[in-house]
Nanobody, 119 residues
Framework: QVQLVESGGGLVQPGGSLRLSCAASISIPSTYAMGWYRQAPGKQRELVAAIISGGSTNYADSVKGRFTISKDNAKNTVYLQMNSLKPEDTAVYYC?????????????WGQGTQVTVSS
Protein backbone atom coordinates (compact mmCIF):
# COMPACT_ATOMS: atom_id res chain seq x y z
CA GLN A 1 0.00 0.00 0.00
CA VAL A 2 1.28 3.45 -0.85
CA GLN A 3 2.40 5.67 1.99
CA LEU A 4 2.24 9.44 1.82
CA VAL A 5 4.36 11.64 4.08
CA GLU A 6 3.55 15.32 4.39
CA SER A 7 6.13 17.85 5.52
CA GLY A 8 6.95 21.53 5.40
CA GLY A 9 4.42 22.98 7.79
CA GLY A 10 5.22 25.45 10.51
CA LEU A 11 4.48 28.80 12.06
CA VAL A 12 4.49 31.77 9.71
CA GLN A 13 3.36 35.37 9.95
CA PRO A 14 0.47 36.67 7.87
CA GLY A 15 1.67 37.44 4.37
CA GLY A 16 4.39 34.83 4.58
CA SER A 17 5.02 31.71 2.52
CA LEU A 18 5.49 28.01 3.03
CA ARG A 19 6.05 25.08 0.71
CA LEU A 20 4.54 21.75 1.64
CA SER A 21 5.79 18.45 0.29
CA CYS A 22 4.02 15.13 -0.03
CA ALA A 23 6.33 12.20 -0.75
CA ALA A 24 4.81 8.93 -1.94
CA SER A 25 6.53 5.61 -1.26
CA ILE A 26 5.70 4.40 -4.76
CA SER A 27 4.44 5.84 -8.00
CA ILE A 28 0.70 6.49 -7.90
CA PRO A 29 -1.35 5.50 -10.96
CA SER A 30 -2.41 8.31 -13.26
CA THR A 31 -6.07 7.58 -12.57
CA TYR A 32 -5.62 9.30 -9.21
CA ALA A 33 -5.81 13.03 -8.83
CA MET A 34 -3.37 14.16 -6.19
CA GLY A 35 -4.73 16.71 -3.81
CA TRP A 36 -3.90 18.80 -0.81
CA TYR A 37 -6.61 19.00 1.81
CA ARG A 38 -6.84 20.87 5.08
CA GLN A 39 -8.80 20.63 8.27
CA ALA A 40 -9.12 23.48 10.71
CA PRO A 41 -10.30 22.92 14.31
CA GLY A 42 -14.03 22.33 14.41
CA LYS A 43 -14.34 22.22 10.64
CA GLN A 44 -14.60 19.49 8.06
CA ARG A 45 -11.68 18.52 5.89
CA GLU A 46 -11.75 20.42 2.60
CA LEU A 47 -9.97 20.14 -0.71
CA VAL A 48 -7.52 22.98 -1.22
CA ALA A 49 -5.87 22.08 -4.52
CA ALA A 50 -5.65 19.13 -6.88
CA ILE A 51 -3.57 18.10 -9.86
CA ILE A 52 -4.18 15.35 -12.37
CA SER A 53 -1.73 13.38 -14.46
CA GLY A 54 -1.91 15.74 -17.42
CA GLY A 55 -0.98 18.63 -15.19
CA SER A 56 -4.37 20.31 -14.98
CA THR A 57 -5.05 21.90 -11.62
CA ASN A 58 -7.96 23.22 -9.65
CA TYR A 59 -8.14 25.24 -6.47
CA ALA A 60 -10.59 26.17 -3.78
CA ASP A 61 -11.82 29.73 -4.29
CA SER A 62 -10.29 30.75 -0.98
CA VAL A 63 -6.74 30.00 -2.16
CA LYS A 64 -6.86 30.88 -5.86
CA GLY A 65 -4.02 33.16 -6.82
CA ARG A 66 -2.12 32.42 -3.61
CA PHE A 67 -1.46 28.66 -3.65
CA THR A 68 0.14 26.58 -6.37
CA ILE A 69 0.14 22.81 -6.59
CA SER A 70 2.79 21.00 -8.57
CA LYS A 71 4.36 17.58 -8.83
CA ASP A 72 7.66 15.95 -9.59
CA ASN A 73 6.93 12.53 -11.06
CA ALA A 74 10.56 11.46 -10.87
CA LYS A 75 10.49 12.01 -7.11
CA ASN A 76 6.91 10.82 -6.55
CA THR A 77 6.35 14.10 -4.76
CA VAL A 78 3.58 16.68 -4.82
CA TYR A 79 4.13 20.21 -3.58
CA LEU A 80 1.93 23.03 -2.39
CA GLN A 81 3.45 26.47 -2.57
CA MET A 82 1.51 28.78 -0.29
CA ASN A 83 2.00 32.53 -0.57
CA SER A 84 0.28 35.50 1.04
CA LEU A 85 -0.81 33.30 3.91
CA LYS A 86 -3.71 34.41 6.06
CA PRO A 87 -4.72 33.42 9.59
CA GLU A 88 -7.68 31.55 8.12
CA ASP A 89 -5.23 29.25 6.33
CA THR A 90 -4.31 27.80 9.72
CA ALA A 91 -5.06 24.07 9.63
CA VAL A 92 -3.57 20.62 9.41
CA TYR A 93 -2.74 19.97 5.78
CA TYR A 94 -2.98 16.50 4.28
CA CYS A 95 -2.28 15.05 0.89
CA UNK A 96 -3.98 12.11 -0.73
CA UNK A 97 -4.79 10.69 -4.11
CA UNK A 98 -8.38 10.25 -5.21
CA UNK A 99 -9.44 7.95 -8.01
CA UNK A 100 -11.09 10.05 -10.68
CA UNK A 101 -13.60 7.29 -11.49
CA UNK A 102 -14.44 5.57 -8.20
CA UNK A 103 -13.76 8.45 -5.82
CA UNK A 104 -11.73 6.19 -3.57
CA UNK A 105 -8.67 7.53 -1.84
CA UNK A 106 -5.37 5.82 -2.53
CA UNK A 107 -4.49 5.44 1.14
CA UNK A 108 -5.81 6.18 4.62
CA TRP A 109 -5.25 9.70 5.85
CA GLY A 110 -1.82 10.32 7.34
CA GLN A 111 -0.68 12.61 10.13
CA GLY A 112 -0.66 15.72 8.01
CA THR A 113 1.47 18.78 8.64
CA GLN A 114 0.40 21.70 10.81
CA VAL A 115 0.34 25.17 9.29
CA THR A 116 -0.18 28.05 11.69
CA VAL A 117 -0.47 31.61 10.42
CA SER A 118 -0.19 34.07 13.23
CA SER A 119 1.62 37.21 14.24
Amino acid sequence: QVQLVESGGGLVQPGGSLRLSCAASISIPSTYAMGWYRQAPGKQRELVAAIISGGSTNYADSVKGRFTISKDNAKNTVYLQMNSLKPEDTAVYYCNGRNQFSGRYVTPWGQGTQVTVSS
